[in-house]
Nanobody
């Protein structure tokens, strides 16, 4: 089993930045795809970004391209999401996920954290 704990959420003004972190425990996640999803009130959970196990390949949703950067540190079993130029529409609960493939993760398989709230004020 893998336990994932997110941190770094909070309240920020439009245009501001936040860096989310996800710490994995229980077993190493160095062989897993790691990703971030988000869910806004009244909306379905949506994909934000993912990174392959070596960190050499990244994937971004259109809304995240150019503003969000995902990275990982396998030695520390952590993954980060740096979010710049935040907008009110980025307000959501952000979830960290780990899975053997992005397809499994997109099907809501794998392991998931409890989420961290990000609120962007206008």
């Amino acid at each position: 089993q893998v336990q994932l704990v997110e941190s770094g959420g909070g309240l920020v003004q439009t245009g501001g930045s936040l860096r989310l972190s996800c710490a994995a425990s229980g077993r190493t996640v160095s062989n897993y795809v790691m990703g971030w999803f988000r869910q806004a009130p009244g909306k379905e959970r949506e994909f934000a970004a993912a990174i392959n196990w070596t960190g050499s390949v990244t994937y971004y949703a259109d809304f995240a391209k150019g503003r969000f950067t995902i990275s990982r540190d396998n030695a520390k079993n952590t993954v980060h999401l740096l979010m710049n130029s935040l907008k009110p529409e980025d307000t959501a609960i952000y979830y960290c996920a780990a899975a053997v493939t992005l397809g499994v993760m997109s099907s809501r398989g794998g392991f998931w954290g409890q989420g961290t709230q990000v609120t962007v004020s206008s």
